[in-house]
DNA sequence: TATGAATGAGAATTCATTCAT
DNA sequence: GATGAATGAATTCTCATTCAT
């Protein structure tokens, strides 16, 4: 996991990184200090010069993904695939949409992998989680709905927060069934697979009235 | 969390009780035996009776899962839904497995938690969800497929596994929105809120050709 | 340091002697939990069964000064010899009382050292040691003095608290010089010194109105 | 504390000074150099210069107690007291000399804390102190008596070692009830509980003779 | 079988000391 | 000279595991 620049020490980006490594790999209680330190090229010592105890490391992390990865990386994107897409075509952009966050989720997946297993646990983490980054993405998708109901390509009656949650649980599901059990594949078949969700956030699961409804 | 009647030592079973509920709270490496041995009202030296070291206790929690949960309550509940529904209406049949399944979830609720924490950091356990659950239920879905299919009532082309991929995914973004984000909502607002969920799995999030589609 | 028989596990009051030795050697904070384990013969970790903290242990033998040698050894003693003695002669009795004391200071001298230092530097340990020692003493001197005065053997006038101090103040002063200063002297010679510390706290340094007020 | 001026660069006095403060208010061992560092305002690899070790802190405070503090401030202050006091009676000169000798004591307050504690523990410490003060102190009394006596004032036989202990064991219990357990008293109070100090240290506790050996 | 005291290896954390800048 | 980041040995404390009763 490397980490953008930013005005840090240099060992304490080092230490970040390799605590992200570690603790993803093993979960946080089950990571030593002593791991990390090894990890990360410095004294054990060095790591309580930068972080207090080692919850504060948990604590860097999930700072780090709130404010560094969190605005710009999850939530810029998010925007811009949604609105400064060329397409006038909603299929199309939610395929972009789906590529894109998957290979977001990808490029931070330790990180991820520490949240989303902390955020089990912690109510406090759920709630800045919620605050900073989900009700946020979820007040994007509804101007997004807005703009695609205008244009009679969404229907209005939709809940946008079930429209959302719906594209995020498909690509989840998406994204752990190739990370978890799946295994690898071409790119070609991933993209075959891809269209499949999409096919079916699209359109659901039932009977097609009309074959025409699809692409 | 209350284990059903097996045979299996009154001692065996307590502890059993009192590491899902433990572990499930704090996670595994920050769960003590000493915490477990309290909360089942034995002596912490009688838990290494029944589980040679503090990882077989979790490995008694999976098998559990697995053998004593994972057929009966996961399985055949999912084939009765699926099956010996009554109901000729996919729409309904939807509605009624994921209001059972997210019944089950929530009854179980405290063991899941164990089993997707440890599933994101060890191979084996996922290998064998794979086996003895997930393939077996995507096995029961693809039969389920091709009747929906044969009456008409579920198009051919769907892939069966973007398909139940799309049926969880939604599930478990309900699931977790209501457990992790939500507040406590009345049960009327949660069948509406199903419904929206179930519409978006029948129909998808584009517009309707014709309004007749929705129910 | 021998402690008394008291119902108390074997282990912890090893611990407790162990510990009286080495801090009163070290002094608190430069004592290590590892050398008090191995004075006392026992694991590094079984000290934290019966202390939760290191500075438990420390309050461990505050709490037994204060309760176990308190009231038997140092306020029991006290009033005995104030007032169970046959002497009716107060230069005797103030002899045996800084006899006695002496010979309890010694006894107790390791657990003293380390109650001095930590009383110097803590407000709650001088409190309690007030509240439970000093004053109660002080209210036994009192009345001890008031019978001194009955009988013509003490100046009325004398404040009892300055008196007492002066006694304490000698015999500490006394104390130290042997303990610390001094060199090991034979016992006669002890005798003749403690007779001179005697006639100032009886006499004071001032000339004598005449001889015949010392013995 | 602040330490008179002296040929010594200004950080050393600053670490000094700081160095005094800090150890006195927590004991030599629960202080870290990083707090003293801070509070003398240098970093704290700066201590290193001036001081090889954490001990040699420690030694540079008794070695300035004892030449420094030592000689012109004990010592003379004593001397000049018992000799040029304009005074021809005895008991003005030593509650002159109680006076002084607490104001001495509160100014050095900090360093007098620190030099007991460590006496407490250190032989090495004890000797010094005996040799370069406390002997020295007691050849002054012992001259001071003998002009006390030549004039009648002080009883010939009174042992001087006694004497002087008992001065300073009054002093001492004094100054620690006022510091450690007394409540902040006026000045006028302060002054009649000196006068009870210095009637007992005069005549002692017993009956006096006639109510006349009273000033 | 059940207990829980005892263990000791290993964890987090502290801090005097060093050294490159 | 002065700095303060870096170190790593030492310290306190935890906890799974053992074993005598």
Redesign the pocket.
Known sequence: MQLPDLKM????KKILEAAITVISEKGF?A???????QMA?????????????????LRGIFIHLVNIVGEPLILDSFKKILFHSDQKDLRAIIKALLKERFVLMESIYPMLRIIVTEAMYHEDIRKTLHEKIISKALEIFKLFQEEMVAKGLMDKDIDPLAASRSIYGNLVGFFIYQKFFGFVIKLEDFDKDLDRVVDIIMYGISARQNSDARQ
């Open positions: 020490p240099d060992k304490e209680s990571s030593t200090t002593s791991e990390i330190a090229g410095v004294a054990e010592g060095t790591i309580f010069r930068y972080f207090k105890t080692k919850k504060d490391i």
